[in-house]
């Protein structure tokens, strides 16, 4: 359930900017950097989370062990966080960036497991 949630929110969102397995990088990065900010973008705080939760929910189990309770803007903050401190492991699309990153951030057989 909560994975068809994620895909139609996603796909709505994705329609009215881009499609989803397009967005750069640099784009991502910009909806992060606008989603943490107190008066944030309401768009591009939507468009960071649903971008982020659905790759999330694509990882397989093994991938990345990300705590239950690490949701929403935590989430964005840990993304947000690896690509400022690994500029130059970004990749294209975006969902390659986020994957690296969440599974660097909560590697499993960590801590977070």
């Known amino acids: 359930m909560k ?9 709505f969102c ?6 989803a397995e397009m ?12 989603s943490m900010r107190a008066e944030g973008n309401f768009k ?10 659905a790759v999330r929910d694509m990882l397989g189990e093994d991938d990345a062990c990300i705590p239950e309770n ?3 803007r935590r989430t964005l903050q ?3 966080d ?7 492991k970004w990749e294209d699309p975006a969902a390659r960036t986020v994957a690296r990153a969440l ?11």
């Open 82 to 88: 690896w690509m400022k401190a690994n500029i130059g």
């Open 3 to 11: 994975l068809a949630v994620t895909t139609v929110f996603v796909c």
């Open 44 to 53: 591009d705080r939507t468009m960071a989370l649903a971008y982020v939760a």
């Open 78 to 80: 840990a993304v947000r």
């Open 70 to 72: 690490q949701r929403g």
């Open 14 to 19: 994705a329609c009215a900017h881009a499609r």
């Open 103 to 113: 599974k660097e951030k909560f590697p499993c057989g960590g801590a977070y497991r």
């Open 23 to 34: 967005v750069s990088s640099d784009t991502l990065y910009g909806w992060l950097e606008e």
